[in-house]
């Protein structure tokens, strides 16, 4: 089992859609959690971190389920400028970042 | 405030033949990674450095990539010999202290092994 899964998509939907994408990981004792967005042929940036008690940032809600080992990014009202990758990441063994495959989203107007 | 700096942006060689990348992190950052990025995966930590110290190499193949750090700043990626499936993108990263910071990526050098 791979230590990040993410469905890679693609995810096609019209602006002003709400879309949700699912991550789970493998280790239990991971404890820090992530999303980052990286554009197409671009490096990765941080979007969000993830927390217990859920978290927003404008359109964006990450939750985390510790208890399923799952993770949730909820994209509200979404934008021709949110096409991009989403990527899992997990802090693993150490302090290693471990990053989910990333899934697609192409928003058309 | 410049971000993290890597050269080349692109590399082309053929199989067997030697390459190194180079990266920059952001001024005072004192972890350094470097990743891998094949088309259609995520990226995977190949080395990470704590100011001039190996913090974790276990996913990198030392019979072929080698990494340094000498005076905690700049740092150096090489392989030799390269193989077909060492075509990537070769990513370097920078954050304050350890992973728990926020890591700033460089753009990248995308490397192509024929």
């Known amino acids: 089992r791979k230590e990040v899964e993410q469905d890679p998509g693609p995810f096609n939907v019209p602006e002003g859609a709400t879309v949700a994408f699912n991550c789970t990981y493998s280790n239990s004792a991971s404890q820090s959690f992530f999303w980052y967005r990286q554009d197409c042929r671009k490096e990765p940036k941080l979007l969000m971190s993830v927390y217990s008690s859920g978290n927003e940032d404008g359109r964006f809600t990450a939750q985390l389920n510790r208890a399923s080992q799952y993770i949730s990014l909820l994209i509200r009202d979404s934008k021709l400028s949110d096409s991009a990758t989403y990527l899992c990441?997990?802090?693993?063994?150490?302090?290693?970042?471990?990053f989910g495959k990333g899934t697609t989203l192409s928003v058309s107007s | 405030e410049a971000g993290v700096a890597q050269s080349p942006r692109y590399k082309i060689i053929e199989k067997r033949q030697s390459v190194a990348f180079w990266c920059n992190p952001i001024?005072?950052?004192?972890?350094l990674y470097w990743y891998q990025q094949i088309l259609g995966q995520g990226p995977k930590l190949l080395i990470q450095f704590q100011n001039n110290g190996v913090v974790d190499d276990s996913q990198l193949p030392k019979d072929r990539f080698s990494a340094e750090r000498l005076k905690g700043v700049d740092s150096t990626l090489k392989i030799q010999p390269a193989k077909l499936e060492d075509s990537a993108v070769y990513l370097c990263?920078?954050?304050?202290?350890?992973?728990?910071?926020?890591?700033?990526f460089g753009p990248g050098t995308r490397l192509t092994v024929l």
């Open positions: 990441v997990v802090i693993g063994r150490g302090t290693a970042l471990i």
């Open positions: 990263a920078s954050s304050l202290l350890t992973s728990y910071n926020e890591q700033f």
């Open positions: 001024s005072g950052h004192a972890t």
